[in-house]
């Protein structure tokens, strides 16, 4: 009768057990070595044949025992060194070991036998856990043979793995992954817009390859698949686990190569934290999306005051209670509210008789913050709403769509009035704000388009009155204020510029913003340079290059 614990009750075997080791468990826990992890052996010698009590099959298994533990362990020179042919042992168990890097390796010994004298053959199986190819196990057999005396592992390749010949090793491939790509069907250049595959597990791990990741692949199942591969050119021969039947599917992004390798370049030698997005105005699809450095999506997901940038929903505000473009418009160095003090950039005033459209284009911080008292309390919300801010976009990736709050006191709202206060926008948001002027209504930016179930709609649109001054104003603030860095450039490019203050530092650090969009094609874009100081002066110049590079 068999047991739980798998020994034989009969008397037969009671005389066995005093006298042979019926079960050998060893467990190794190495730190790494040579790029090796750490490894597990556990060998059993079974019971259930008449051969375990041949004195030259427990001497051979013993023999065994040593080669597998130094195989299991990692320990490929050892290993080598019971075999008869040591170095072919060695090269080829550090090769399928670094190969396939196991973090958990098992290997059990089965019943040996004799098969002459001074020959015996022992099956054994391995179990490894891979990464990114999970569970993966195969049996193979051992031949031992008797040498002066002693016992040695007869090496051969089929060893390792009885599917090797020689010249081969196993090795790990990752699953054909499908591209990601632009507008245009071409592979997506972009790196740092696509994200980042794992090399080890072939997971994608940020970005599209992690979002898509289950698409791209085929589907579930592992990653990684165990593969016998020629050692000298590493082409791959056999396929040992996995069908290699699901192709992934590819997925198409609304990326424009020629935008993308503008803004890219636009970004190029800049010194700080920066990022620069284009959409199409008419379409809200997402053209480009540079970042710099590479990793964190800043231009799609970045949380950041807009500061002056944001005085356009300001001026839709002020323009929707009745306010003209050529009204008159006060510009002091100081505003005070509740003893709080605003001021302009370095302090500067505009001349009397300066206009709204003035204030605007120069970005005087001191007319809007004393405009507030035209504004209800939710005004600045209400307005956002109108250009999209603090809806849930459906854009086919990861994006942080804005938030203005209610304004909860005098201070709050003045602060507000200028992109400052608890006011927040990625520079996806700031380019989709140029987009709605241009466009004269919302259109929810859009990366991937295969993705997106339900696009946002705005819930409040600009009256055509309000768009035409908006553009108005945008266009002056290239010709005669602070957008100057675009004067001159063709395609009649609108503008407005931001400085945004951020920290408790004194004097207060600041964000540079330019956003923008061309009068004679559908192109609009942010500019966003963190800690980088001035929008007319720092980020104006890089807002340049990009046009220029479009041509």
């Excluded at 042992?89 to 190969?99: G, H, P, R, Y």
């Excluded at 418009?329 to 009397?352: I, M």
Aim: glycine share 12%.
């Amino acid at each position: 009768m068999i047991r739980s614990d798998g020994y034989v009750d009969h008397p037969r075997y009671d005389r066995r057990r005093s006298r042979r080791r019926a079960v050998v468990s060893t467990f190794v826990a190495l730190a790494a070595t040579a790029g090796i992890g750490y490894w597990a052996y556990n060998a059993l010698v079974g019971d259930d044949g008449d051969d375990g009590d041949d004195p030259q099959v427990t001497a051979a298994t013993g023999q065994l025992d040593k080669f597998l533990t130094a195989w299991a362990s990692g320990d490929a020179q050892r290993a080598g060194r019971l075999t008869d042919t040591p170095d072919n042992a060695e090269s080829l168990i550090k090769s399928v070991m670094t190969n396939l890097e196991p973090t958990r390796t098992e290997i059990t010994a089965g019943t040996g036998k004799r098969e002459a004298e001074g020959e015996v053959e022992i099956p054994f199986t391995v179990k490894m856990v891979l990464s990114g190819a999970g569970d993966y196990q195969w049996h193979s057999k051992a031949q031992l043979i008797r040498k002066s005396g002693g016992w040695t592992v007869e090496f051969r390749t089929p060893l390792i793995h009885p599917d090797m010949v020689p010249g081969q090793t196993l090795a790990l491939k990752s699953r054909e992954r499908a591209e990601i790509l632009d507008r245009n069907g071409d592979e997506l250049q972009s790196a740092s817009l696509a994200g980042a595959v794992d090399p080890k597990t072939g997971k994608g791990i940020s970005g599209l390859q992690a979002r898509y990741d289950k698409q791209l692949t085929g589907g579930g199942g592992a990653a990684r698949s165990v593969v016998v591969v020629e050692r000298e050119s590493g082409r791959v021969v056999k396929r040992l686990t996995g069908s290699g039947k699901d192709a992934g599917k590819a997925v198409r992004t609304t990326i424009d190569p020629k935008v993308q390798e503008a803004a890219a370049a636009a970004l190029d030698g800049v010194k700080k934290n920066a990022a620069l997005v284009a959409i199409d105005p008419s379409t809200g699809d997402i053209l480009a999306a540079a970042n710099l450095p590479s990793g964190m999506n800043r231009a799609l997901e970045g949380r950041y005051p807009p500061g002056s940038t944001f005085k356009v929903v300001t001026s839709a505000a002020l323009l929707k209670q009745g306010m003209r473009p050529s009204d008159k418009a006060d510009c002091p160095k100081f505003a005070y509210v509740n003893g709080q003090r605003f001021e302009n950039q370095d302090q500067f005033v505009l001349p009397a008789g300066s206009t709204f459209k003035d204030a605007f284009a120069h970005s005087c911080n001191t007319f809007f913050v004393g405009a507030r008292g035209k504004l209800s309390a939710s005004a600045l919300h209400d307005t956002a709403e109108a250009f999209g801010i603090g809806g849930s976009w459906d854009a086919g990736t990861v994006t942080y769509d804005g938030s203005v709050p209610v304004a909860t006191g005098d201070n709050d709202k003045a602060a507000s009035t200028i992109g400052q206060a608890r006011t927040q926008a990625s520079p996806l948001v700031m380019a989709s704000i140029a987009a709605t002027v241009k466009e004269g209504a919302f259109k929810q930016p859009v990366l991937v388009p295969d993705a997106v179930r339900k696009r946002y709609e705005a819930s409040a649109r600009l009256e055509p009155g309000v768009v035409g001054s908006l553009r108005e104003m945008m266009r002056a603030t290239v010709t005669d204020g602070a957008g100057r860095a675009l004067k001159g450039l063709p395609g009649e490019p609108h503008a407005k510029t931001g400085t945004a203050e951020f920290g408790n530092d004194t004097p207060p650090r600041t964000h540079a913003w330019m956003i923008g969009y061309q009068g004679d094609r559908e192109l609009a874009w942010s500019v966003l340079l963190e800690d980088g100081g001035s929008g007319g002066s720092d980020a104006g110049p890089i807002a340049a290059r990009f046009l220029k590079n479009l041509g």
